[in-house]
């Protein structure tokens, strides 16, 4: 039975190399001379310093900047909110998402559902496995998703004869 699983997965080695280039930016600029603006990761939390809340906005449109480049979409970043630290200081943690949650697989298999396709669609974990009797179904879904859902940067992938 062909199948296909939806998914939600940042390249985590593209947004490292995002991270850094956004970080080796940031040092050479002239307008950052001085201060203290950078970025941190940790597996998949990233961190932004910057001495304002002005600074700290071109940290983060530097590092955007430096994801699409890469080829990362920007609806993986959870942007938390602006923190105090110290001082003028100011951090903001940023997640990058991996999976899809609950809430937005539910959604998913509701819209294939209502669609009418011949397919069936089920939650695994943090993805969605959509199965059909045809190709030409499974593709049909795929598009539709693509159309449909876009709030969540999917991918489509484990795409089974």
């Known amino acids: 039975m062909p199948s296909f699983d939806v998914v939600c997965e940042a390249n985590i080695v593209e947004v490292k190399n995002a991270n850094d ?6 040092s050479t600029r002239f307008d950052f001379k001085g201060t203290d603006a ?5 597996e998949r939390e990233l961190t932004a310093y910057a001495d304002s ?6 940290v983060r449109d530097v590092l955007t900047s430096k994801m699409v480049k890469r080829n990362v979409d920007v609806r993986f970043l959870d942007m938390g909110k602006i923190e105090k630290i110290g001082g003028d200081k100011v951090k903001q943690v940023i997640k990058v ?3 899809i ?3 937005d697989a539910k959604k998913i298999v509701r819209i294939i559902k209502d669609s009418k396709l011949k397919v069936q669609a089920s939650i695994q974990g943090d993805a969605v496995r959509v199965t059909g009797a045809k190709r030409d179904d499974l593709q049909t879904a795929i598009a539709m998703l693509r159309k449909d859902v876009t709030d969540l940067p999917l991918e489509f992938n484990n795409f089974r004869d």
Request: aromatic letters at 4%; hydrophobic letters at 20%; proline letters at 0%.
């Open 21 to 26: 280039q956004a970080n080796k930016e940031i």
């Open 38 to 42: 950078r970025i941190e990761q940790k």
């Open 53 to 58: 809340e002005f600074q700290l906005n071109q």
């Open 97 to 99: 998402k991996n999976g």
């Open 101 to 103: 949650e609950t809430e």
